[in-house]
């Protein structure tokens, strides 16, 4: 008897754990965070350890800024289930330990991501230091508006740099000089200078970025190639590629092939002068290139000279104090491939960008993008479409704010061999905004608790309201889908999904209606309206369903500590009316049982009393119950909740289907709302009589029935 005893008491503790849990499970879900985080914790003083409610106890103190019960759950999370738990607890512990000051702890937990996934982005974040750019650069949308440029020709035009207001670049295109007719053999074409053009550097993503005007710079070039000038940032220095060329004729190796050097000039009157080539250039091999960190005291350049990793390597030399170089190093790998890199040009953040054929790319020469952290780059990646593409893709150069940029190509499609190309950073940010009101009146709603939650769940911004029961959050990402809740005591929740577009400073409205748990009565009483608390047929025990609604009840006896309820619970007319009422009472006990299980005391319901079928709320009597469906009997299978006040006045609490308002702005009719309603009572409210009522509404006898409608005129 005992065994069977046990496991009856087994299959019952289970299903409380289990209604208990759908509750918690629902207001987790609506990001109900508090209130779930309170019912999880009563699952976990039931007996339920489980790995769900401990990590729910965790996510929902997390996500309500509670970050010391957060990591106390999820400390015991890991010592229960460490080898089960995802690495999502685990980056969640680690910020929840850091925001505990615990930073030492909170690196540990983060390094042990890799243990999880080597390849976890935040593990490296910490390793690394990789900032914001590359996840932009790896977005839907990064760079638009590509545009050709105006002062593009049928030659090769390419190499850009930004200095100011202006833009410099390389161009094959002839200009009627005499050694316009003298042809590069590579491409037959004339051979390359330098061009200046003065630029509106606008970032204006519908009209893009264009460059109309050009000039040679005459001071640098000679009959042979210059290109890829770059200038130090007071515009007083140049380095920049050209032919081995003495001014007198071209030097060449041993094999009579000329190479590429780097030179200097410095600016004079508006002219380029003391060109000088820099010192670790030499007649065996080509340095090209030039590009200058951040703080100009590094080189980089491009080389093919021997003892490198590939075709042609990437490297790098001090610029010393007193102008001299130092020794010049190879970037290696992860850089460096035994392909090509080329091209290089370095950010306000060193962030170095390149060319290569050598990395897994969409093309020939792909543009790529190399972080700086611990004195070191990062493995580059792939700047990906509309950068790059089956051709040939380089020279990207980006602005100091980072809004927009050119780089190069010989794509299809293009005006010539090389083309110069610009783009706009996509920098689209919308508005979420609107306003909080109550869902009767339309009044707006001031105190009302708003949240942004993006598609994870992941709270990204809250607010509350003021008088005007407005709220905006601003500066939201375009083409994302978010979730705005609104909640505020005494008030149901609301929740609506907000779609961001792709309108750059547009506000998406997403007004939210709260429906009011307590209702003002203009006869001065008042009645808190929450929606049905069902029973299954026969069954006395508290549904899934109802938990949920019942948690209205116990949210706002809490707010209001001062008010003493009383319970009815109602059945429907199938079984004999004797057991009818021995079922609705042990159901307001039942209900009874659950709000005191809440931390209600006990002593603030005064009843908890049922009525079996005596009061039903349609025609589903005895004589036709066969004839109705169930969801008609169930309707009748139902609780009501009074409230007595500190004041001793009588606050209905009704638990039925919404009626509708007692009053009408006319008159015309009354719903009969309270037990305690009779007909010399609503006569004598309306002015009229009771002869009159019975009159108008056909009745034999004075009985009337709650939810029954009452005609007054």
């Known amino acids: 008897m005992r065994k069977i005893v046990l496991f009856y008491f087994l299959i019952l503790s289970f299903s409380v754990f289990s209604q208990r849990r759908y509750a918690a499970d629902r207001y987790f879900k609506e990001f109900a965070y508090k209130k779930s985080a309170e019912l999880y914790k009563v699952i976990y003083d039931k007996g ?17 800024a509670n970050t010391k019960e957060a990591e106390k759950w999820y400390r015991l999370l890991f010592e229960k289930y460490k080898d089960e ?115 509106n550097f606008s970032n204006d993503i519908e009209k893009g970025l264009q460059v109309n005007d050009s000039e040679r710079v005459s001071s640098l070039n000679t009959r042979y190639h210059e290109s890829n000038a770059i200038l130090t940032s007071d515009g007083k220095t140049m380095y920049f590629t050209r032919d081995n060329y003495d001014g007198d004729k071209l030097e060449g190796d041993k094999n009579r092939v000329t190479h590429l050097k780097i030179y200097k000039a410095t600016l004079a009157d508006g002219n380029w002068n003391n060109i000088e080539e820099l010192p670790f250039n030499s007649n065996e091999y080509s340095c090209g290139h030039p590009a200058l960190s951040a703080d100009e005291k590094t080189l980089y350049f491009v080389s093919d000279m021997s003892g490198g990793i590939g075709a042609t390597d990437i490297y ?119 306003y909080v009101t109550d869902s009767k009146t339309g009044n707006p709603i001031s105190g009302a608790v708003v949240r942004l939650i993006d598609e994870n769940g992941n709270p990204i911004s809250e607010q509350t309201t003021q008088s005007d029961g407005k709220y905006v959050f601003k500066d939201i990402e375009c083409e994302n889908n978010f979730t705005v809740s609104a909640s505020k005591d005494d008030y149901r929740n609301d929740e609506k999904n907000a779609v961001t577009e ?29 929606r049905p608390i069902y029973f299954d047929f026969d069954l006395y025990t508290i549904r899934e369903d109802a938990e949920y609604e019942l948690e209205h009840i116990v949210s706002v006896m809490k707010n209001h500590p001062e008010m003493i309820i009383r ?33 209600i005391a006990s002593e603030r319901i005064q009843s908890a009393v049922g009525f079996g079928e005596d009061r039903l709320l349609n025609n589903c009597r005895n004589t036709s119950a066969t004839k109705c469906t169930e ?65 108008l509404n056909g009745l034999k006898n004075d009985v009337i029935i709650v939810g029954q409608k009452i005609k007054l005129k």
Request: charged letters at 30%.
């Open 631 to 695: 969801e008609e009997h169930q309707k009748n299978r139902r609780s009501y909740f009074y409230i007595v006040n500190s004041a001793n006045k009588n606050i209905v609490v009704n638990q039925a289907e919404k009626l509708e308002d007692n009053t009408t702005s006319n008159n015309d009719y009354y719903i009969v709302s309270d037990s305690s309603d009779t007909l010399f009572n609503i006569a004598k409210r309306f002015g009229v009589t009771v002869e009159k009522l019975k009159e």
């Open 85 to 199: 738990v995802s690495s999502e607890y685990m980056f969640r512990y680690a910020q929840a330990l850091k925001s505990n000051g615990k930073v030492e702890e909170s690196d540990k937990w983060l390094r042990k991501l890799k243990d999880i996934n080597k390849a976890d982005s935040r593990a490296l974040a910490l390793e690394k230091n990789l900032n914001y750019f590359v996840e932009y650069s790896n977005k839907k949308k990064t760079f638009v508006s590509i545009q050709n440029l105006n002062i593009n020709t049928k030659y090769s035009d390419f190499g850009s740099f930004i200095y100011k207001d202006e833009l410099y670049f390389a161009s094959t295109k002839p200009e009627g000089s005499k050694f316009d007719k003298k042809l590069y053999k590579w491409n037959e074409q004339p051979f390359l200078n330098i061009y200046k053009a003065p630029a």
């Open 567 to 599: 319970i009815e619970s109602h059945t429907d007319s199938r079984g004999t009316r004797e057991y009818n009422r021995w079922l609705s009472d042990k159901r307001a006990k039942s209900t009874r049982d659950y709000i005191i299980s809440r931390g």
């Open 316 to 434: 790098k030399v001090a610029i010393n104090d007193n102008g001299s170089y130092g020794k010049v190093f190879n970037l290696g790998r992860p850089i460096n491939t035994e392909g090509r890199e080329m091209f290089p040009t370095i950010d306000i953040d060193n962030t170095l960008y390149f060319a290569s054929d050598g990395h897994l790319g969409l093309g020939a020469l792909d543009v790529f993008e190399a972080k700086y952290s611990n004195e070191e780059y990062t493995n580059p990646v792939n700047l990906g479409s509309p950068i790059n593409g089956p051709m040939d893709d380089f020279s990207f150069v980006i602005s100091e704010d980072k809004s927009f940029g050119f780089f190069s190509s010989n794509r299809k499609g293009g005006k010539g061999d090389d083309d110069i190309y610009s783009f706009v950073i996509y920098r689209c940010k919308e508005d979420i905004g609107g």
């Open 48 to 64: 339920d350890e489980s790995m769900l409610v401990i990590g729910r106890l965790g996510d929902a103190n997390y996500y309500n």
């Open 502 to 530: 792709d309108v750059d400073k547009k506000e998406i409205k997403t007004d939210l209606e709260l429906e009011s748990l307590i209702v003002e009565a203009k006869d001065s009483e008042s009645q808190i309206v929450i």
